[in-house]
């Protein structure tokens, strides 16, 4: 008895250990990427580095917003993950909808060669992608952009949501239409509110990969004022090579709202990783 | 899903035409913005042509000979070679470890499981600037505790030549272990708590229990998930790019996806990058096939 009283304390040791550890390796790097930016510049250089900021200031943050153009990038950030996650909803709703719900010859068909583009890599498709934009002459826009996020994330928000519908009894937008509703009514007060974790949980999916995608934009995208964040932060980082209280103050912006978002989606991720739900 | 008997035939054609328009723009999106530009890259792979200027001239296949004799793509090849590989063996263990520590029930278990997912969820610039700073070589805070435990005499320079390839490789696998722990994790919360309880009463220890029971239970999941990863560790781009840009210490760290990039946008030979991304798509074609090949039971598990 006694043994096995020991021998479970131990395991009980082991697995709060193991789970420390854990916490420390993933918490630690933004721990000090918060603690840097509140660091004035001597104290950044200081050795040995203190962990907490002995003389915390605002003043990596103000110069982010005054003398750097990280506003516009966080602007335009949020115009084009908002426009992709829109158009890439509407579409793969629509798409989802009709992979469940209507039968035609080729539908099985479609499914897969979704299923397959889901496994394309971004650096297949981005360098034919920069020479058509160029030759259509949509170079540098956000509406090129847009578009590219939208198909890139298409094959898997399409794959997700169709899971989605497939959870929802048909049987219950039929019994709505028996009852007089068009198909549209019946959608939108059926199978829309039943849908909806399903798609508040697919559209944050989409927004943190547009949120954080580097490459689209990289090669899209030249004029400064149309950057968005990960690029423009990249180029700040060669302009202010070794200012690293400012660099690590974009760091923490650019993390803020991707935690708020991983907060609200937190709950759903289980049940979308299941059914396939994040790349990169 | 879908009922079962055959619609009226009226209501099929209807069923048709409406499916055919729902299902169009996502379609025409997928055709023209991923399928076309694919296969526009085979076409642009034949050609010799600048980056920026429209003209471009056919030359068969010479793109593939001038790699076949190119060192620098072998060496990418190489790189990529290592990168995947050692990124991919990490990425597993500490995953199928941390799922088996998120398994177990114990006070804080979802806070810890959304601090640990979090890394993944972060924008790659982030993390990079994040590790950059930590093992800067004057004022990184690692080299403090390696100089200061007195494990080492001199700083480190993890961002040299030397040890570029195994920052990288660290880095990588910090930011993208959390899939394979979460893939795993999900996995491992549908296997019936009865199997282990019998084999508690059998006396089978803790080790035996995991290679018995609880492997052949994720040997699905672990297919899917080696699949996926070494898709996408073969054609990271980002990650790599950002912690080298190709150039200085970054030659130690050019894996092909990061030759194809700079084919094209430094050296303006989009015919020679797209080459490049063909020859890439066409390793992955073929390690695909033989993998499903070599464990063909896994795969109809998986």
Redesign the interface.
């Known amino acids: 008895m006694n043994r096995w009283r020991v021998r479970h304390i131990s395991t009980?040791g082991l697995?709060?250990g193991?789970?420390l550890l854990?916490?420390l390796?993933?918490?630690f790097?933004?721990f000090?990427?918060v603690s840097?930016s509140f660091k004035p510049p001597t104290e950044?250089?200081a050795?040995?580095?203190s962990f907490i900021p002995q003389d915390a200031t605002w003043d990596n943050f103000h110069r982010l917003f005054t003398t750097t153009n990280f506003l516009t990038y966080f602007w335009n950030s949020l115009i084009v993950s908002g426009l992709a996650v829109l158009l890439t909803m509407?579409?793969?709703a629509?798409?989802a909808?009709?992979?469940?719900?209507?039968?035609?010859?080729g539908?099985e068909q479609?499914a897969v060669?979704?299923l397959c583009?889901y496994?394309?890599?971004?650096?297949?498709?981005v360098?034919?992608?920069?020479?058509?934009v160029?030759?259509v002459g949509i170079e540098n826009t956000h509406f090129a952009l847009v578009?590219?996020l939208?198909?890139?994330c298409?094959?898997f928000t399409?794959w997700l949501l169709r899971a989605f519908f497939?959870t929802i009894p048909?049987?219950l937008e039929?019994a709505a239409m028996v009852d007089g509703a068009g198909r549209l009514r019946a959608v939108i007060y059926v199978v829309l509110p039943l849908a909806l974790p399903g798609i508040i949980a697919t559209s944050i999916f989409t927004f943190?990969l547009a949120?954080?995608d580097?490459?689209f934009t990289r090669?899209l995208i030249a004029a400064d004022e149309l950057k968005t964040?990960?690029v423009g932060?990249?180029d700040l980082?060669h302009s202010a090579l070794t200012d690293?209280g400012l660099?690590?103050g974009?760091?923490v912006m650019?993390?803020i709202p991707?935690?708020l978002?991983?907060?609200t989606v937190?709950r759903y991720?289980?049940r979308g990783?299941?059914a396939g739900a994040?790349?990169? | 899903?879908?009922?079962n008997q055959a619609?009226p035939v009226g209501r099929?054609r209807r069923?048709?035409v409406?499916?055919?328009?729902?299902?169009a723009?996502?379609?025409l999106?997928?055709l023209?913005?991923?399928?076309?530009?694919?296969t526009?890259?085979i076409w642009?792979s034949l050609l010799e042509?600048h980056?920026?200027f429209?003209q471009e001239r056919f030359i068969g296949l010479e793109n593939f000979v001038y790699l076949w004799s190119d060192s620098e793509f072998w060496t990418s090849f190489w790189l990529g070679v290592v990168y995947s590989f050692w990124t991919i063996l990490f990425q597993l263990i500490l995953g199928v470890?941390?799922a088996l520590?998120?398994n177990?029930s114990?006070v804080?278990?979802g806070l810890?499981r959304?601090?640990?997912?979090?890394?993944?969820?972060?924008?790659?610039?982030?993390a990079v600037?994040?590790?950059k700073?930590?093992l800067?070589d004057t004022?990184g805070?690692v080299n403090?505790w390696l100089l200061?435990l007195g494990i080492v005499r001199d700083p480190i320079s993890f961002l040299g030549t030397e040890h570029i390839m195994l920052s990288t490789i660290v880095m990588s696998v910090?930011q993208?272990f959390p899939?394979v722990l979460?893939?795993v994790?999900?996995r491992l919360?549908t296997i019936p708590e009865e199997l282990y309880e019998a084999a508690k009463v059998d006396g089978a220890t803790p080790v035996r229990r995991f290679l018995h029971i609880t492997l052949p239970q994720i040997r699905g999941i672990l297919f899917v998930v080696i699949l996926?990863r070494s898709?996408?560790m073969f054609?990271?781009?980002?990650t790599v790019w950002?912690m080298g840009e190709g150039a200085g210490a970054g030659r130690y760290i050019r894996t092909l996806?990061v030759y194809?990039?700079m084919r094209?946008?430094t050296y303006y030979q989009?015919g020679l990058?797209?080459a490049i991304?063909v020859i890439?798509?066409a390793i992955?074609i073929v390690s695909t096939v033989i993998y499903f090949g070599l464990f063909r039971e896994e795969a109809d598990i998986g």
Do not use: C, H
């Open positions: 009980r697995l709060y193991g789970a854990l916490v390796q993933a918490a790097p933004f000090w990427m840097t950044v250089f050795q040995p580095p509407v579409v793969s629509a798409g909808y009709s992979l469940t719900r209507y039968r035609y010859p539908r479609i060669l979704i583009t496994m394309f890599a971004p650096i297949m498709v360098i034919p992608f920069f020479i058509l160029k030759k578009l590219a939208t198909s890139f298409l094959p399409l497939q048909i049987e039929e943190i949120w954080n580097f490459i090669i964040l990960p932060v990249q980082f690293w660099i690590m974009a760091g650019i993390t991707a935690l978002f991983f907060m937190q991720l289980i990783w299941g994040v790349k990169g | 899903m879908p009922s619609p099929s069923q048709m409406m499916g055919l328009l729902t299902i723009p996502a379609l999106l997928i023209g913005l991923i399928l076309y530009p694919v526009y890259s642009l042509k980056s920026f429209p470890a941390a520590v998120l177990e114990f804080g278990r810890v959304g601090i640990v997912l979090f890394p993944y969820m972060i924008p790659t610039i982030v600037i994040l590790w700073w930590l800067n004022y805070v403090y200061a910090w993208f899939f979460l893939s994790l999900a919360q996926l898709i996408w054609t990271k781009f980002d950002l996806p194809a990039y094209t946008l989009a990058g797209a991304a890439m798509f992955l």
